[in-house]
């Protein structure tokens, strides 16, 4: 024995646990169940080995198995997996769905979380939440275009929302700023429930032609196994799939050496690298290493391929030599890609790699011995059959049940509250509003990223949607949207998670596309408590039937459980990221106003419906009631009639948050263009009410025959409201609000609480 190997510390091998079955081992500490470890003794027929415990704990977590929501997951598959434009690619169960978008071309996209460790480290845990998605819509041989950020907080006001939210916006903003990926899109919400708990979702595109497409299995015996890219130290070891797959406490942050490190240098070359190695046709399989690191990428690579491969764990380049091979196994280090390559390509493979200075090492082999081994200095120290690892953990039929709170919530309903009763009541309201952390302008966040690198931006925050150009010649296009309205889905989980599809759709919509697909992120609280997980199916269940009858297929997405600080679970929250396309981006549609004397109509049917409302919220404080109405049919009508009025249309701006008050200050105050309205019964109603398959349109003064005549053939409601011009926002015989006074109220508010 040399030296070296002689001063290494003893490695629990696999020959080593056969022989002492009896040795008490930390399962607990790793978050495992008691019936978990002896699930894991029963596969194995002996005790598993320190490096095998480990690679069960990371991927039976929480955040890796989805062990208590894919039986409520399933049902997505229920969806028909076509498009109107086409059909999907690959979809849930790949890295990311992949859904044609005509001309060759396909799309792919992807919504995930990084909600704990971007509570402990709110820089770190955001920008390699940014990175993470970025390498799963790479891992599918696609060139990221854009990224998006829906992120939700605690009061504006408070303490530690002061401490998370800045350095959460610089780390999504300080990633995808140095990969040159431009940010289109997201939400920025804010809710007590949040306050120790924020979330950060993020979301990925990219662009691919369909030959380019490629998929996680490692296949053909004897192909070599090549890790390449950053080197694996110690950050992130249990990171997120630990973190993510428990319920922190309210003592305050905590687990901070488990949050992993971004470099996002190294991440773009790694994509320039991953896409030339594409290019050269030098990759039968690939998989990023993201949650459970090393862990995740050889089981889901062997588990999805001919099932065996060989690993040589002391060939893994690392930053810590100190490291033992079950904290090798377990760091998410971020900026790793894994690959599976044909011998004879592999020197090919390591040129490129060594040409965009990325470091790459040949660490096992494609077997057919349908096992996972990984051996350490010599020694096995892992031996599993990788689908049981990687996709036979544990299922847990959690107990759920429609809390006894429910009715009495649902009964407390915000259309009994008192109303602003005379026009100055209601010009108070309306700038109260528009200046309410909800509802006002967030540029001191979006101006922390850059929307329009690469040149391909054609629509960005504030508008409804964000759209980037697809081929340069043409303009075929892709837009996007993310929404998620939590106080809708605590009054009515299935209705809540169906209005913020709809409200997704209907923004995608109001830019002229057409939407085709959907991806999820699912957060909610404990799965422990029976009544997050009756909220929890109630939002699959209804995101499931609303596909159905929109048409739109579940691509893939994420689920976030253990949401909650102590027995306070956020507000259930099932973002929804919608993907539309669009044939020409330079008729889209803008949200704003673009010029005077321009007719305005309001699309659909106002109703009274404000509880769960902005106003409910703002001005009483008030949660309570029924949400609004959902009403696909309504959806899919006004959908049709924004695609077919590209051209028409001058502006269309959705009607939610806030309802038409909101659609007019936004319209009016990114514009600088005025407006007159003269509002039908009750301008209270018509102004706050937040009705859903709604939207706020203009168009050329002799053009208003031919919407209304457009608005019949689809069976869409019209209103004429009014005309566009001036420099105030005139509610005929209510008030009279200066355009400048209302962009000071709706611009003054996150600068106020936050600083310059």
């Known amino acids: 024995m040399s030296a070296s190997s002689a001063s290494l510390p003893t490695v629990d091998t696999v020959a080593a646990a056969a022989g002492d079955p009896g040795r008490e081992q930390p399962w607990a500490?790793?978050?495992?169940?008691?019936?978990?470890?002896?699930?894991?003794?029963?596969?194995?027929?002996?005790?598993?080995?320190?490096?095998?415990?480990?690679?069960?704990?990371?991927?039976?977590?929480?955040?890796?198995?989805?062990?208590?929501?894919?039986?409520?997951?399933?049902?997505?598959?229920?969806?028909?997996?076509?498009?109107?434009?086409?059909?999907?690619?690959?979809?849930?169960?790949?890295?990311?769905?992949?859904?044609?978008?005509?001309?060759?071309?396909?799309?792919?996209f992807k919504v995930e979380s990084h909600n704990h460790p971007s509570y402990v480290e709110p820089y770190q845990g955001a920008a390699t939440g940014v990175g993470g998605i970025v390498r799963d819509i790479l891992a599918m041989g696609a060139r990221p275009v854009a990224v998006m950020d829906p992120l939700r907080f605690g009061p504006l006001d408070a303490?530690?929302?002061?401490?998370?939210?800045?350095?959460?916006?610089?780390?999504?903003?300080?990633?995808?700023?140095?990969?040159?990926?431009?940010?289109?899109?997201?939400?920025?919400?804010?809710?007590?429930?949040?306050?120790?708990?924020?979330?950060?979702?993020?979301l990925c595109v990219g662009v691919l032609r369909h030959e380019d497409l490629h998929l996680a299995k490692a296949?053909?015996?004897?192909?070599?196994?090549?890790?390449?890219?950053?080197?694996?130290?110690?950050?992130?070891?249990?990171?997120?799939?630990?973190?993510?797959?428990?319920?922190?406490?309210?003592?305050?942050?905590?687990k901070r050496p488990s949050v992993q490190v971004g470099d996002p240098f190294m991440e773009k070359l790694l994509i320039e690298c991953t896409l030339e190695l594409f290019a050269a046709g030098l990759i039968a399989g690939i998989q990023d290493l993201g949650g459970a690191g090393l862990s995740c990428a050889t089981s889901e690579l062997a588990s999805a391929g001919d099932g065996g491969m060989h690993v040589?764990?002391?060939?893994?380049?690392?930053?810590?030599?100190?490291?033992?091979?079950?904290?090798?196994?377990?760091?998410?280090?971020?900026?790793?890609?894994?690959?599976v390559v044909e011998p004879g390509d592999v020197e090919k493979f390591l040129a490129i790699c060594a040409k965009?200075?990325?470091?790459?090492?040949?660490?096992?082999?494609?077997?057919?011995?349908?096992?996972?081994?990984?051996?350490?200095?010599?020694?096995?120290?892992?031996?599993?059959?990788?689908?049981?690892?990687?996709?036979?953990?544990?299922?847990?039929?959690?107990?759920?049940?429609?809390?006894?709170?429910?009715?009495?919530?649902?009964?407390?309903?915000?259309?009994?509250?008192?109303?602003?009763?005379?026009?100055?009541?209601l010009r108070d309201t309306l700038l109260r509003l528009v200046a309410s952390p909800n509802l006002c302008d967030k540029s001191w966040i979006t101006d922390q990223y850059d929307r329009y690198v690469r040149g391909n931006t054609v629509l960005s925050q504030p508008s409804d949607s964000g759209m980037v150009r697809v081929d340069e010649e043409t303009n075929l296009g892709v837009a996007l949207a993310t929404d998620a309205n939590g106080r809708f889905a605590k009054?009515?989980?299935?209705?809540?998670?169906?209005?913020?599809?709809?409200?997704?759709?209907?923004?995608?919509?109001?830019?002229?596309?057409?939407?085709?697909?959907?991806?999820?992120?699912?957060?909610?609280?404990?799965?422990e408590d029976p009544a997050v997980m009756w909220q929890f199916a109630e939002a699959c269940r209804g995101l499931k039937d609303a596909c159905l009858e929109l048409g739109v297929p579940v691509t893939g997405g994420n689920v976030s459980l253990y949401n909650q600080t102590g027995e306070t679970a956020i507000l259930p929250t099932p973002v929804v990221a919608v993907l539309g396309v669009i044939d020409d981006v330079t008729r889209r549609t803008p949200s704003q106003f673009t010029g005077p004397a321009q007719r305005v109509y309001v699309l659909g049917e106002t109703r009274e419906e404000l509880s769960g409302s902005a106003w409910a919220d703002v001005v009483h404080g008030h949660l309570g009631g029924r949400p609004p109405r959902v009403d696909l049919a309504a959806e899919k009508a006004l959908a049709a009639l924004l695609a077919e009025g590209v051209g028409l249309l001058t502006s269309a701006h959705d009607l939610?948050?806030?309802?038409?008050?909101?659609?007019?200050?936004?319209?009016?105050?990114?514009?600088?263009?005025?407006?007159?309205?003269a509002l039908d019964g009750d301008p209270f109603l018509a102004l706050f009410s937040e009705s859903a398959a709604r939207a706020l349109v203009t168009v050329e003064l002799e053009d208003g025959a031919r919407l209304v005549d457009l608005a019949g053939r689809h069976g869409v409601p019209i209103t004429e409201i009014g005309v566009t011009g001036g420099d105030t926002l005139r509610v005929e015989g209510q008030f009279e609000l200066p355009v400048a006074e209302l962009g000071a109220a709706w611009t003054a508010t996150l600068p106020a609480a936050l600083g310059s």
Not at 95 to 103: F, S, Y
Not at 219 to 244: E, H, M, P, Q
Not at 315 to 338: G, H, N, W, Y
């Open 159 to 202: 303490e530690d929302t002061h401490r998370v939210l800045p350095g959460i916006v610089a780390g999504v903003g300080g990633y995808g700023n140095c990969l040159g990926l431009p940010n289109i899109g997201g939400e920025a919400v804010f809710d007590s429930t949040y306050l120790g708990n924020p979330l950060v979702n993020a």
């Open 491 to 527: 009054l009515d989980p299935y209705a809540g998670a169906q209005l913020a599809l709809a409200e997704s759709y209907r923004n995608v919509a109001t830019g002229g596309a057409t939407p085709l697909a959907v991806s999820d992120c699912l957060n909610f609280g404990s799965p």
């Open 29 to 108: 500490d790793l978050g495992l169940k008691a019936d978990e470890y002896d699930r894991i003794r029963e596969i194995l027929g002996r005790r598993p080995t320190s490096s095998e415990l480990a690679m069960y704990s990371v991927m039976w977590s929480e955040h890796c198995s989805y062990k208590s929501s894919k039986v409520h997951l399933k049902q997505f598959s229920e969806i028909p997996q076509e498009t109107r434009a086409g059909k999907m690619l690959a979809g849930i169960g790949e890295n990311a769905g992949v859904i044609d978008i005509g001309q060759g071309y396909a799309v792919t």
């Open 312 to 339: 040589e764990l002391d060939q893994v380049p690392l930053r810590d030599s100190t490291l033992a091979p079950e904290e090798i196994l377990m760091s998410e280090s971020q900026e790793r890609m894994m690959a």
């Open 219 to 254: 296949s053909g015996t004897g192909n070599k196994v090549i890790l390449y890219g950053a080197k694996t130290g110690g950050d992130g070891i249990g990171g997120v799939s630990v973190l993510a797959s428990e319920t922190f406490d309210a003592d305050g942050p905590a």
């Open 356 to 425: 965009w200075e990325v470091d790459a090492a040949i660490v096992g082999e494609v077997t057919d011995t349908g096992r996972l081994v990984i051996d350490w200095h010599g020694e096995t120290v892992v031996d599993v059959p990788p689908r049981t690892v990687a996709h036979e953990g544990p299922t847990y039929q959690r107990p759920f049940a429609r809390p006894d709170w429910q009715d009495d919530l649902q009964a407390d309903v915000a259309e009994q509250l008192a109303r602003p009763a005379t026009g100055e009541e």
């Open 656 to 677: 939610a948050d806030g309802g038409l008050a909101q659609a007019l200050a936004e319209s009016t105050i990114t514009s600088g263009i005025g407006a007159q309205v």
